[in-house]
């Protein structure tokens, strides 16, 4: 509140001055017995007029939001207006009668008769008084008009914002039960093997790595280490699976592990190379995940040296849900902000490549 009088007093204040320096230049040109001193109670002598508005011009805001110009009742609305600016230029005329004309630096305008002085600059201001009024009215108007604007951009990028959301929870979800077939469908593997004992670990751990994906369920980004470590619980499952077949190795770096990530987003590209490199080989393969900082990026690579997109096959052009999910995920999530490649190897095997800008995540450690 105190803010707001401050700028209505600061507001008032410049005609006030402006106008009372005008006049004093103006009696000092004329020839008039006008002395340098006296352009303070000239200043005085405006301000005191000029600030019959401060009181005013929250009435007239609240008059401006109350009477609408809206089609329907446009012509009843400015008749408001036009009695109210009236009655404005009356109210302006009678304070300067009262309080301006006694303190006026001009003997001739403070020996006029009250009467006298009261129409003579009723006829002389009123139109200043209509200008005065429409610049509050318009004022009223505009702040209006742009808070409204603001208010509907807000709205609108809140509504974007609630899409992209579910956009991405929808996303996400779809790799549980992805990720949980693929799981189950290898336990079924191994009892009809007959590999119950190896049966029972994967159900043990698939049960741990479903609770841990639903203490994330609600979390569209995490770091890097929590990434890590649901990652780790489910290729214990992988091992149990393949036994020697599949080799893992890590390669991280420190500094990145607090780094900001969206959740499972390195599980079905992980998923993507064993499915890829071991069930195509008969022959051990080795899967390693790399993860650095480079240039104020996070740089993540999964390669494996399996046999890799034979026959001129590409990822790109026969993804499954995990890796088509993936994609979607983080053009939502960075737009054009990242890199997500997918193919063969530089020597042999597959190589995927997921780079975004890093991001730190606070009170990570």
Request: glycine fraction near 8%; proline fraction near 4%; charge should be neutral.
């Amino acid at each position: 509140m105190w803010f707001r009088v401050l700028v209505l007093v600061g507001f008032w204040t410049l005609p006030g001055v402006l106008v009372g320096s005008q006049l004093f230049f103006h009696d000092r040109v004329q020839g008039l017995n006008v002395y340098p001193e006296l352009w303070p109670r000239y200043v005085v002598w405006q301000l005191v007029g000029w600030y019959f508005w401060i009181p005013v011009t929250p009435f007239i805001l609240l008059l401006g939001r109350r009477v609408s110009l809206a089609a329907g009742r446009r012509w009843s609305g400015i008749l408001i207006h036009v009695v109210a600016a009236s009655l404005m230029s009356f109210f302006f005329a009678a304070w300067n009668t009262l309080f301006a004309r006694p303190i006026a630096p001009r003997e001739t305008v403070y020996e006029l008769d009250p009467r006298y002085f009261f129409e003579s600059f009723l006829l002389q201001r009123f139109h200043t008084s209509l200008l005065t009024y429409l610049v509050i009215l318009g004022a009223a108007y505009g702040i209006d008009f742009y808070r409204e604007h603001r208010r509907r951009e807000l709205q609108a990028a809140q509504l974007q914002t609630q899409l992209a959301q579910a956009q991405l929870e929808a996303l996400k979800m779809q790799l549980h039960p992805h990720f949980l077939f693929n799981t189950l469908n290898g336990i079924a593997m191994l009892v009809r093997k007959g590999g119950q004992k190896e049966a029972v670990k994967m159900l043990a751990g698939l049960s741990d790595l479903l609770r841990l994906a639903l203490e994330n369920s609600g979390t569209q980004v995490v770091t890097l280490k929590q990434e890590l470590d649901f990652l780790e619980r489910y290729l214990e499952l992988q091992r149990i699976r393949f036994r020697d077949r599949l080799t893992v190795r890590m390669s991280v770096e420190p500094d990145t592990l607090a780094a900001e990530v969206p959740n499972l987003i390195l599980q079905p590209i992980v998923e993507n190379a064993i499915r890829h490199g071991v069930d195509r080989s008969s022959d051990a393969v080795l899967v390693e995940i790399h993860a650095r900082r480079e240039d104020g990026r996070l740089r993540m690579e999964v390669r494996d040296d399996g046999p890799g997109f034979t026959g001129g096959e590409r990822a790109d052009g026969s993804e499954g849900v995990g890796l088509t999910n993936t994609r979607e995920r983080l053009e939502k999530l960075y737009g054009e902000d990242h890199l997500f490649e997918i193919g063969d190897g530089p020597e042999k095997g597959a190589l995927a490549v997921v780079e975004v800008p890093y991001r730190r995540v606070e009170g990570a450690t």
